[in-house]
């Protein structure tokens, strides 16, 4: 894979180009690049997840979702190369079972919120959702392999069941859409405590 920086300030980006792993250069905004920014965007978002306060083995789950997603953009970097094993893949589903089995059934939507940690694990859901957006873009032009893709919906549904895992673990429940609501929202902003 490509070379370790040594210098960060290269300059060498300063016409609207950037290096890929291969050592060749393309568009900052070529879909390639977009599709790695927005992976490497949903991989920082998850980083500041990670600074809430998270049960355990929760946390090592993400830490390893953390090291898939740096597999993945270095899989995007470099045409033609392999790196996200489909291991990870399989590793989403058995996480997705594994939180998903204690969770009462949705009989409503539920809106981004509750505890801290939930609404950092829908935004980390929201910009993975763009991530896969952007792999598929990138896939009707160049070849990229499906389980890039498949692992960024898997990744999504997952972050979603971590939102209602947090929300519980932190003593609320899920921030339940209302269709019925009043003109005027309510004074408590504690929406999904109880």
Known sequence: MGKRLSTIATRTGDD???GLGDGSRT?????????MGDV?????VIGLLLCQALPDALRRDLVEIQHDLFDL???LSIPGFENLPD???????ALLE???ADLPRLA???????SPAAAHAHLARTVCRRAERSVVTLAAAQPVRPTCRRYLNRLSDLM????????????GTDVLWNRQRADDPPDDHDAGKG
């Open 108 to 114: 409503e939507f539920i809106l981004p919120g509750g």
């Open 16 to 18: 609207g180009t950037t």
């Open 98 to 100: 594994h939180y998903n």
């Open 73 to 75: 953009g270095g899989e």
């Open 27 to 35: 568009r900052k905004d070529d879909p390639r690049v977009a599709a």
């Open 160 to 171: 979603f069941v971590l939102a209602r895992v947090l929300n519980r673990s932190d003593g």
């Open 87 to 93: 291991t990870a893949l399989a590793r989403l589903d």
């Open 40 to 44: 490497d965007e949903l991989n920082s």
